[in-house]
């Protein structure tokens, strides 16, 4: 595979590779637009077999950045690092600061943050060497964990998407969450809170018991979570939770939740709609942990403290957003994926123009 030729090029304004011999850092950040501002994405540590794979996940996740960021009303564009290597065994301080000034070499057209195989621990050593990173603690500009945001948000989609499909509040509603970690442990109490009955599942037994004890949540097998009668089904865990299998079993009439990437491939979405399933596109309502992180962008830049009211209003927005994604895909009969990609296409296009106009 050439760059030019990936599936998930399209598009890329830049595609940066850096290798530092001292410390072994294999890193390709890629810039898949600057239009609405500054790239930002988090950075991820995986032992890739091959440099190909690692540029295809970094192509892939950075225009997704980009797509995110736009459907959220953010002033930041999209960008993604990945980091070849084994964050178990590989990881030194002299990595993440070499990793600092590949960042710093863009001069600000890429901010970094967490994402798998990073913590704020390692982007310490990172930020040593550039400013151009989010998601740390200790300043007054920090915006903490985004878990409480993007919890707060897939919430207010599920119901949203409750009203929309069952003409109905969430009291009495059955929602089944795959993976109680950050936000579906959140997502969860919420629910309860609000009178839904909840089937539960997770790999971890520990977070598992936790959860069902506060919300008296069903707790099911891992397997078992497509299975049960539920109204709705919030992927809350990793990627690819909706695929040929799965959507075979799956008896709810809504696909709301906070995974990332949860269609396994965009027929799966086309599939969904045909069979008149409410699909909430998973980088619409799960955007309320990046309108955190451009919150701290934000606060940064201006050299002012951390402002969440900043953040609540553009989370109204994001709302808003959704329910516009919901309309059009009944009034155009299309699926919400794709009049989603359409609308966030629409909104890079229109910053891209303005920048030309300036
Ligand atoms: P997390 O690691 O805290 O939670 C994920 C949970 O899923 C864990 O408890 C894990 O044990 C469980 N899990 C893994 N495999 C599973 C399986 N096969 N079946 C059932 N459970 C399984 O992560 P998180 O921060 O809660 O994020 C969850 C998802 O939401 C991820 O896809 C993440 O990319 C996405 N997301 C998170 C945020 C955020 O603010 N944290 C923002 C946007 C998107």
């Known amino acids: 595979m050439t760059l030019f030729d990936s599936s998930a090029f399209e598009g890329h304004e ?86 600092g000034r ?23 050593h990172t930020r040593r060497a550039t400013r151009f990173v989010a998601g740390l603690d200790g300043h007054p500009a920090a915006s903490g964990d985004p878990s409480p945001v993007t919890a707060e948000g897939v919430f207010r989609g599920v119901q949203l998407c409750v009203r929309r499909a069952m003409r109905r509040e969430l009291d009495g509603v059955v929602v089944a969450i795959q993976g109680v970690g950050h936000v579906g442990a959140l997502l969860a109490e919420k629910l309860a809170k609000a009178g839904a009955r909840l089937y539960v599942t997770d790999v971890n037994a520990e977070a598992l018991k ?7 949540a069903t707790v099911v097998s891992p397997a078992d979570i497509f299975d049960v009668p ?12 909706i695929n040929g299998e799965t959507l075979q079993r799956l008896g709810a009439r809504i696909i709301a939740g906070g995974a990332n990437n949860q269609l396994a491939s965009p027929e799966i979405g086309r599939t969904l709609f045909d069979r008149g399933l409410l699909y909430a596109p998973d980088y619409v309502i799960n955007g309320g942990g990046i309108i955190n992180v451009a919150g701290e962008i934000r606060a940064l830049e201006a050299g002012t403290a951390f402002d969440p009211a900043w953040v609540a209003t553009k989370l109204d927005r994001l709302m808003e957003t959704l329910g516009e994604v919901l309309d059009r ?30």
């Not at 084994?86 to 990881?91: A, N």
């Not at 590949?102 to 310490?124: C, H, I, K, M, Q």
Request: with cysteine; hydrophobic share 45%.
């Open 329 to 358: 895909s009944i009034a155009d009969r299309r699926p919400t994926h794709e009049v989603a990609g359409e609308m966030a296409k629409a909104r890079i296009a229109k910053a891209a123009e303005g920048q030309l106009a300036a």
């Open 230 to 241: 539920a109204d709705v089904f919030a992927p809350c865990a990793l990627g690819g939770a």
């Open 14 to 99: 830049a595609v940066h590779s850096f290798f530092d011999e001292k410390s072994g850092l294999k890193t390709i950040i890629a810039v898949h637009s600057t239009a609405r501002g500054p790239a930002a994405g988090g950075c991820r540590m995986w032992p890739y077999a091959s440099a190909d794979l690692a540029l295809e996940d970094a192509l892939r996740l950075s225009r997704a950045m980009s797509y995110k960021n736009a459907m959220a009303d953010i002033p930041l564009g999209g960008g993604k690092a990945v980091i070849i290597g084994d964050s178990r065994t590989q990881k030194t301080p002299a990595l993440f600061e070499a990793f």
């Open 102 to 124: 590949a960042v710093d070499a863009l001069g600000g057209r890429y901010w970094t943050a967490e994402d798998v195989g990073v913590s704020p621990g390692d982007l310490a």
């Open 210 to 216: 936790a959860i069902a004890a506060k919300t008296g």
